[in-house]
């Protein structure tokens, strides 16, 4: 779990491996202890996007401002997904970001956030 410079702990720490990054995406693979609700899948996008490769910011605390567009596409019925999470836009410490969730290759969910970089 190295990949990810976040302070959440389990059970809140969703986040399990990073699969693939770059400069403006990740995909990351995010487990729960049960099957989550929507807010819990959003919670994991957001920490999904640390896995974005950014020397800039690196280790800098963010916090989730806005969510745009979030909608829920089927009833997640697992407790593993895969979370797909693309840099938008860029601004100083803000970042605007949009996800999408996958459950066995099938979209669960989507929508977008922004993040203020501490």
Same mark, same amino acid.
């Given at each position: 779990? @190295? @990949?990810? =410079?976040? &302070?959440?702990?389990? &059970?809140?720490?969703?986040?399990? =491996?990073?699969?693939?990054? @770059?400069?403006?995406?990740? *995909? +990351?693979?995010?487990?729960? !202890? $049960? ?7 959003? /919670?994991?996008?957001?920490? *999904?996007?640390?896995?974005?490769? !950014? *020397? ?7 916090? +989730?401002?806005?969510?745009?567009? %979030?909608?829920?596409? /089927? $009833?997640?019925?697992? #407790? ?7 840099? +938008?836009?860029?601004? @100083?410490?803000? #970042?605007?970001? =949009?996800? $999408? %969730? ?17």
């Amino acid at each position: 779990m @190295d @990949d990810f =410079s976040i &302070p959440h702990l389990p &059970p809140i720490r969703f986040v399990k =491996s990073l699969l693939k990054a @770059d400069e403006t995406t990740a *995909s +990351v693979k995010v487990g729960f !202890d $049960e099957v989550p609700t929507l807010g819990m899948l959003i /919670e994991a996008a957001a920490q *999904s996007s640390s896995g974005i490769k !950014d *020397s800039e910011n690196n280790g800098k605390m963010g916090f +989730v401002i806005t969510l745009k567009n %979030i909608k829920l596409l /089927e $009833e997640a019925t697992q #407790k593993e997904f895969i979370v797909n999470v693309e840099l +938008v836009h860029k601004l @100083d410490n803000f #970042k605007s970001l =949009s996800f $999408e %969730i996958l459950q066995n290759g099938t979209k669960v969910a989507i929508g977008g956030f922004s993040i203020a970089l501490q």
